[in-house]
């Protein structure tokens, strides 16, 4: 399984950002897919799930109304739209899939991970 991020960068807060995970390896059609993110000095904290259909979404509290995950089965790759961006959405953001743990969410330690792509919000 290869999950490969990309999107990242610097924006200004207020800005918006969008990333994108492209998936292979796996049938990603019946994959359940999360947006985990690591502040600096931080822990892993779960961002964001789309269901396999895309038909249920779920968002940390922290990120409701500014954050919208949504996939494209066709390419096998999700995405994470972030508008409204503030100097706290600081973080590397991973894409991630296969809770360890069976459960769907929330959830942050999976078997298969991208490498992380920097977010960084800063005027």
């Known amino acids: 399984v290869q999950l490969v991020e990309s999107g990242g960068g610097l924006v200004q807060p207020g800005g918006s950002l969008r990333l994108s995970c492209a998936a292979s390896?796996?049938?990603?059609?019946?994959?359940?897919m999360s947006w985990v993110r690591q502040a600096p000095g931080v822990g892993l904290e779960w961002v964001s799930i789309?269901?396999?259909?895309?038909?249920?979404?779920y968002y940390t509290d922290s990120v409701k109304g500014r954050f919208t995950i949504s996939r494209d089965n066709a390419k096998n790759t999700v995405y994470l739209q972030m508008n409204s961006l503030k100097s706290e959405d600081t973080a590397l953001y991973y894409c991630?899939?296969?809770?360890?743990?069976?459960?769907?969410?929330?959830?942050?330690?999976?078997?298969?991970w991208g490498q992380g792509i920097h977010v960084t919000v800063s005027s």
């Open positions: 991630a899939t296969d809770c360890r743990s069976g459960v769907i969410w929330p959830c942050t330690d999976f078997d298969y």
């Open positions: 390896g796996l049938t990603f059609s019946s994959s359940y």
């Open positions: 789309i269901y396999p259909d895309g038909t249920y979404t």
